[in-house]
């Protein structure tokens, strides 16, 4: 199962109203990556791919020399693209089919 703070990142960026807010789920996402890392980075690399992380960037931060930890540039990766999801959904927002309501 998912962990809960990656499936709800697209409802946590929705919720951001400063920079107080976006550093604290930077944090909770940095701690969960930190772990991943160290105790089971299979897991965590399959998560990346159910989150849509772009397999190229993911290679770039692991294969090639980075300025920063590769727990700081995968958790950079994850919100950036959360973000992005967020903007896509606003952009192509669909209205409820009739009938259809759950």
Not at 36 to 47: C, F, G, I, R, T
């Amino acid at each position: 199962m998912l962990d809960e703070r990656l499936i709800s990142l697209d409802s946590a960026v929705k919720k951001i109203t400063g920079d107080d807010s976006e550093q604290e789920i930077l944090g909770a996402i940095h701690k969960r990556v930190t772990e991943m890392l160290d105790k089971n980075p299979d897991l965590l690399m399959s998560y990346l791919y159910r989150l849509d992380v772009l397999e190229v960037d993911l290679k770039r931060i692991l294969h090639f020399s980075n300025t920063q930890p590769i727990a700081d540039s995968i958790t950079e990766l994850i919100w950036e693209r959360q973000k992005a999801r967020v903007e896509t959904k606003k952009q192509y927002k669909q209205t409820p089919i009739k009938g259809w309501e759950f």
